[in-house]
Structure formats: structure tokens, C-alpha cells
């Protein structure tokens, strides 16, 4: 009897457990992060908890969150959204971008599908930069101290960009503290997350990397951007390749060189930037005014040209990209003056006080010889230096304080005279 009884409870037992199991998947709440909008595409290891993490600083996991050029969920810029081929050279979506119904702004916004795709596909670019430029090395160092793993390294470079992770790893800071401290917040923030069997093996669609011949880009304002140069470029429909498919040889850029077409242009004249690279395909440049408006622009030739409309100094950033990577070149900065009308009546008149005598000779004299010794003049007074170039060759030199002495020469003798008699004939 008490054997039946046993065998009773336990069935009842038994079935009190399933129950209580039942209930329990039917009740407790859903705690995925949803981090992938892919259909059975559950990823083998922890790659949807560092979204989620990483979602939820950059956005709030807001796939339609927008802020300034960085949009959806994990605020992708053009810059990125070009890496992995949903934008082109010229800022246009893709055919790659299409087939998740990607056309605009607005339907990158509305698709989850194609942002999950975009993040992904950007951070297995990333890691492929990481190995390819020596940053996976620091993996379990401390980096300004805080322990660097590998999916710490993936977020703080999707926030620093590999290239400004490697100068916060080697130099301390990529320059700008703000973005330090953030990358840096992210590394701790987003460490330790087990997600190289994703980034490693899961293949992800890319186009073909853009062989683009144009060598000149002009733009006719640095609010708005218009490309007067056409090119060609080959690219092929999206395939099948991988990340790691991409040839092992290619390295970053190794220098970036930037030369202004002058360090001191006027206002509302063109002002051209060459830039120079050893194997850059492509460039970011950053502008930013005096007032600290930025501007920015993607650049496939080696050539830009730009009006300047503000008056000051501009810091003038450019990053060289191609598939292996990115450099740096050190920020120039340009000195934007308005162009001062010379007329008759302050030609020669280099201290602007309203007369032409000997002491504007001196100054010119004085501002020649500081140039040849590569030192700058000293001067207490105002000196205008297009007055003081009187024959307007662009030069100052002996042979405009000549011209300054011989006018006020015969001014001084009572003699009625004027430029047009001292300056040549053209």
C-alpha cells in the first residue's frame, strides 16, 4: 500500500514540475535583445548581448534614432555605411543597400533588417583593420587603464574609428579627449562579450572594393557640395565574400600628406587642397570654421577645391582610407582674410596712415629682410601688406620700397605725381 502510494506521489510530483515548468516559459518575460532582425539567425555566441549593450549607449537601441550623419540603432555614419557598401563614392545607396529596401535615409531608418546587416558587416571590417594594423596585439593590456578584450576593442573603435583607437593605444589620446573618454567608457562598458565565433565566421555580404580613375574633385561651397569632375568606377553586384577574403597584402595608408593651394586665402575666393597618399583610395575631410561649424566630405581624387566664406582660422582634418585601413594627417590649418581693395590712394601706404613717405620704405625694407632671415616682423603700428606691395606682384621686396622712395620723392619736391607714373607700364 504504501508502495502504491509512493508511486502515486511521485507521478503527482511529477506532474506538478512540468507544470510549474510549462508555466513558467509560458509567463516569464521575453529578455532577448533582439538584437538581429534575420530570420534563425541566433548567433552561436554572446554577439546579441553586445549589441544590445552597445545599442543601448549608442541610441538607447532606437532603430530610428538620428543625430546629425549618425543614423538608427548603433548611429552608423556615411563614412561606415560606405565601408560596407550600402552608400558609393558620390553618397548614393547601393544595390546592396536596395535589396534590404534601402533607398533613403528614411527607409535605412525603417529597416532593421539592413541596420543589424550594417553593423555586423562593420565590425568584422573593423576587427580585419584591428589585425591588419597590429591592434589586436594589446588585447589584455590595459589601454589608459582599462583592460582592452576583443569585443572591447570593437566597440570603442566603432566609436573611435580604428585608426583613432590606435592613437589613443600608442600616443595616449587620438586627439580629441571627448572621443577618448567615450571609446574608452565603451571598451569597459562592452568588455568581455564572447563574439569572435560571429565576427570570425559569419559571412556577410560586401561589393566589390570601387577602382575609381578621377584625379579632381572641385566642390563650390563648403555648405554646398556640388562635384564638377566625372569619373568611371567598376563595381560589381554583391557577392558572397568575406572580410577575410580581402587580399592579406593590402596595408592602411602609411602617410597622408595635405597641401593648401595657400595657407592665407581671401573670403569667397576658390582654395584648392592637394593630398597626397602612398595607396589611399579614398578621403574624410573635416572642415571646421571659426565659428566651429564642421563640414565634411568624401573625396575619391586627389584634388578639392572649396570657396571659404568666413573669415579666421580653419582646421582642415583628413583621413585616407582603403580596405585595410586608415591614417591620419596632422590637421593644417588655413588663415582666411577678406581681400583688401588697393586703390590709388593707399598704394605704397604699407602703415595705412594716410601718407606715402619714408617710413612706409622703412617698413617694407624691415618685412623684406625679416623674410630672408625666416623670421617674423615685429611692428607696434598697423601693416597692411597689400598697400605695401605697390607694382602688385604678389611680393615684397627692395623694389617696392624703390617705388615708395622715388614717389615720395617727388612729392616732397612739390612735384605733382601719381602712380601711374612711377609704376611700369604693364
Known amino acids: 500500500m504504501r508502495i502504491i502510494q509512493k508511486n502515486t506521489y511521485t507521478k503527482l510530483g ?5 507544470a510549474m515548468l510549462l508555466f513558467g516559459v509560458m509567463f516569464t518575460p521575453d529578455t532577448s535583445t533582439g538584437a538581429s532582425a534575420y530570420e534563425n539567425s541566433d548567433y552561436a555566441d554572446q554577439y546579441d548581448e553586445f549589441l544590445y549593450v552597445l545599442g543601448e549607449s549608442e541610441s538607447g537601441n532606437n532603430y530610428s534614432a538620428v543625430s546629425g550623419q549618425y543614423l538608427g ?7 561606415g555605411l560606405q565601408e560596407i557598401g550600402f552608400l558609393d563614392a558620390s553618397g548614393n545607396w547601393t544595390d546592396l543597400a536596395a535589396s534590404f529596401g534601402i533607398t533613403s535615409r528614411e527607409t535605412f531608418l525603417e529597416s532593421e533588417e539592413g541596420q543589424d546587416y550594417a553593423v555586423l558587416a562593420s565590425h568584422k571590417r573593423i576587427l580585419y583593420y584591428a589585425e591588419n594594423m597590429g591592434i589586436t596585439s594589446y588585447i589584455d593590456t590595459e589601454v589608459s587603464g582599462v583592460k582592452m578584450t576583443l569585443s572591447g576593442m570593437i566597440a570603442s573603435a566603432h566609436s573611435l574609428g580604428v585608426g583613432g583607437l590606435k592613437k589613443l593605444i600608442t600616443n595616449g589620446t587620438s586627439g580629441n579627449a571627448g572621443n577618448d573618454a567615450t571609446a574608452l567608457k565603451y571598451m569597459n562598458l562592452c568588455g568581455g562579450y564572447d563574439i569572435e565565433q560571429t565576427l570570425q565566421n559569419t559571412p556577410v555580404q560586401t561589393t566589390a572594393l570601387t577602382t575609381v580613375t578621377t584625379t579632381t574633385t572641385t566642390w563650390t561651397e563648403t555648405t554646398t557640395v556640388q562635384t564638377t569632375t566625372s569619373f568611371t568606377s567598376t ?17 592602411p595608408p602609411s602617410y597622408i600628406n595635405v597641401i593648401p593651394s595657400s595657407d592665407t586665402p581671401y573670403a569667397g575666393e576658390m582654395f584648392n587642397l592637394y593630398i597626397e597618399s602612398d595607396n589611399a583610395e579614398s578621403y574624410h575631410i573635416l572642415i571646421t570654421a571659426p565659428d566651429g561649424t564642421e563640414t565634411e566630405y568624401l573625396l575619391s581624387g586627389s584634388v578639392i577645391g572649396m570657396v571659404l566664406s568666413m573669415t579666421g582660422v580653419y582646421k582642415i582634418s583628413v583621413t585616407g582610407y582603403n580596405a585595410a585601413g586608415e591614417s591620419y594627417a596632422e590637421p593644417i590649418y588655413v588663415a582666411v582674410s577678406r581681400k583688401i581693395i588697393v586703390n590709388e590712394e593707399n598704394i605704397g601706404d604699407a602703415n595705412d596712415d594716410g601718407v606715402v613717405d619714408i617710413t612706409d620704405a622703412g617698413i617694407i625694407l ?29 611680393e615684397l621686396d627692395i623694389y617696392d620700397a624703390s617705388l615708395v622712395l622715388s614717389y615720395y620723392s617727388k612729392k616732397a619736391a612739390g612735384l605733382e605725381v601719381s602712380w601711374k607714373d612711377i609704376l611700369p607700364a604693364a
Request: contains cysteine; aromatic residues 10%; glycine residues 8%.
Open 73 to 79: 540603432r548603433w548611429q552608423i555614419g556615411s563614412l
Open 366 to 394: 624691415q618685412y623684406y629682410s625679416c623674410s630672408a632671415a625666416g623670421v617674423p616682423m615685429k611692428t607696434d603700428g598697423k601693416f597692411v601688406k597689400d598697400y605695401a606691395d605697390a607694382n602688385g606682384d604678389g
Open 235 to 251: 563595381q560589381t553586384t554583391a557577392s558572397e565574400t568575406t572580410i577575410s577574403s580581402l587580399t592579406t597584402e593590402l596595408k
Open 14 to 18: 511529477a506532474f506538478i514540475t512540468a
